[in-house]
């Protein structure tokens, strides 16, 4: 079953630091689609959504919170995500004019993505501040480059 | 980068049959390690969350749809997975413990699972009648076995 899960984002970094010497080079991808980074941190439990933006994942990482204890987040977005391509108001009017009621339940605050510096930070701090998350969990921001496989840290809390 | 997206859940089912035969025998998963299923179906937009159950989806299946269009769904839930270990009223004490006002926010209805049939019946069927999936959006239920490898067809709609 390959290498042992790793113990932190430190591990997680030095492992993709020996892929990305190997990666094939341009992939395609769409934004749920990261089989790349999944395979440096396979055997972690991973959560994958739209863009790998917090909030669609807040309700997820309360529930393995429950299940096996959360003591460390990493938190990846990557390059060419498909939420580059499209503003939270498009999507938020897409979906609006489908259901304006589900439009509401739902969290659609900041969701496109214009700078990933931004978009990982505001993330980052958003995950800092909730309260859900324990203060002593350790919170991690990286970005993926899809075009050389490399993951460089952008934010840790 | 391997075989072209599958273009349905009949194709994702007979890949897997191939898949199955070499299966290399039990693996340890966690709710949302859910790799080996991923690995037959490699090339689609992935949604990874909790239990796989629809309503942790919805947002991103929404959002999705703004961005690709979504005209097939193909829901997975997993044998051993940690929401058969937990009932809903565990989870949802759990976390109402650490804020009541952010656990009143979260979709924490039938989140355990006790029967996998009824857990892909159900939602199957949620995401049939919800506001934000089109009617002609095909819905297939799939049950796989992290024993054998193997993917069942539990519900179709």
């Not at 807040?58 to 393995?64: F, G, K, Q």
Request: with cysteine; proline share 4%.
């Amino acid at each position: 079953m390959g290498l042992p899960a790793p113990n932190s984002s430190e591990e997680v970094l030095e492992r993709n630091s020996e892929y990305a010497v190997s990666h094939p080079g341009s992939y395609h991808f769409t934004a749920e689609n990261f089989k790349s980074t999944t395979r440096t941190i396979i055997d972690l439990p991973v959560v994958r959504c739209a863009g790998g933006r917090a909030r669609l994942a807040i309700s997820d990482i309360a529930i393995l919170n429950t299940l096996i204890g959360i003591n460390e987040i990493i938190l990846i977005h990557h390059t060419d995500c498909g939420l580059t391509h499209r503003s939270t108001d498009y999507m938020r009017e897409k979906i609006e004019a489908i259901s304006p009621l589900e439009a509401q339940k739902m969290d659609l605050e900041d969701l496109g993505i214009i700078d990933f510096e931004a978009s990982i930070n505001n993330d980052v701090s958003w995950l800092r501040n909730h309260p859900l998350i324990k203060k002593e969990t350790k919170i991690t921001g990286l970005l993926y480059d899809i075009d050389t496989g490399k993951l460089t840290k952008i934010a840790s809390q």
